[in-house]
């Protein structure tokens, strides 16, 4: 059985977009039937008492396909937030349902799992999906990405197919709204090429290919699974796609150039074990330099440099934070103008 998993910010603007595509990259009729047998998403950075718009999101998404709700929040003695569901573990409509009554096609989606916290980061409310999750597999996905109608079903083909596999990700493809910008177009270019990793976006994993929590305070969870799960058990679907959107402004990509380095300085220093067999991801340079079209040498050239910036940025940060003090959410990322499927 297959768990839905959505690790989703309070903050995040456009959950529904997500929810949707979801929603349609489940339902090919190659998948078994009854494979998803449960929907999660973990709303984090949310105070009791209050709302939020993926919350609302949910509650629409709900109620236009007829899937039940459960609220549950995480933190004892937390208030509501206003018009949340009953449990539905113990609710009159849990026992109508499995009592056979009323059965129709909506209903027997399984319910959709919210939890909601007051604690923040997304290694949090991904350990507070995976210790619930009761799939064999479970498929993650970033709250602000649109996902292409087959890439569920390549992902799970994929990994039934290869028994060694016990994490396959979904290719991560930049989406440049109106052409792009001159960020935007710069973060693309890496997404051309395979180095290996797996990417944290979409992915489907094996429930027994961890045997504990992710540390809560990663700046890169993305590379920490790469190695945890192991390099050889990790693979990319390129058939599979999810669509994202790279950061448009210089702050942004910046920003995410420094968390990106910070990771990197993290698994080095506190998890240089699992980087035993090799780095996270394999450049060929050679290779790289070859697919660059002349008019994106500029781009490239900028890209390397600002890396090198950020490095040395994030060095002389963490001299005095923690490594998650890197961490900051990128505004540009979330203005999706253009509905992709």
């Known amino acids: ?12 603007p456009r959950l529904t977009a997500t929810l949707e595509s979801l929603f349609a990259a489940c339902q090919p009729p190659q998948l078994p039937p009854g494979l998803v047998s449960e929907l999660m998403i973990c709303i984090n950075g949310l105070k009791p008492g209050e709302s939020c718009p993926p919350l609302v999101a949910v509650r629409d998404f709900c109620q236009r396909h007829g899937v039940p709700r459960e609220e549950v929040w995480l933190e004892p003695n937390a208030r509501p937030a ?12 849990r026992k109508f349902l499995l009592n056979g009554q009323g059965l129709s096609t909506k209903a027997l989606l399984p319910a959709f799992l919210v939890l909601l916290t007051e604690r923040t980061g997304k290694p949090v409310a991904w ?18 990405v ?3 109608s087959s890439a569920v079903y390549h992902l799970y083909v994929r990994l039934q197919q290869e028994a060694r596999l016990s994490l396959v990700a979904a290719r991560e493809v930049p989406v440049l ?17 395979d180095f290996g990793n797996a990417g944290g976006r979409l992915y489907l994993i094996r429930k027994d290919a961890l ?17 945890a799960v192991g390099r050889h058990r990790v693979m990319k679907e390129l058939h599979a796609h999810v669509f994202f959107l790279p950061p448009a402004t210089g702050r942004d990509y910046f920003a995410e150039r420094v968390r990106t ?12 074990g699992l980087l035993a067999a090799g780095p996270v991801a394999r450049y060929e340079w050679s290779r790289f330099w070859r697919e ?16 090198a910036l950020a490095r040395l940025w994030a060095r002389v940060r963490l001299l005095r934070k923690d490594f998650y003090a890197l961490y900051r959410p990128f505004p540009s990322t979330k203005g999706w103008v253009l509905t992709r499927k």
């Open 1 to 12: 059985m297959l768990t839905l998993a959505i690790p989703c910010r309070a903050d995040e």
């Open 82 to 93: 206003q018009g949340e569901a009953t449990d539905f573990v113990s609710s009159p409509l």
């Open 127 to 144: 350990n507070m999906l995976w210790h619930r999750g009761r799939g064999s597999l479970m498929l993650f996905c970033d709250a602000d």
């Open 146 to 148: 649109r996902i292409e």
């Open 177 to 193: 709204q109106n052409g792009g910008t001159w960020w935007s177009r710069m973060g693309a270019i890496p997404y051309r090429f």
């Open 211 to 227: 045997s504990g929590m992710m540390p809560e305070d990663l700046l890169l969870e993305d590379a920490w699974l790469t190695v």
């Open 261 to 272: 380095e910070g990771g990197k300085l993290q698994l080095v220093r506190r998890h240089k």
């Open 292 to 307: 660059i079209a002349l008019h994106e040498y500029p781009l490239v050239v900028c890209a390397l440099g600002l890396r």
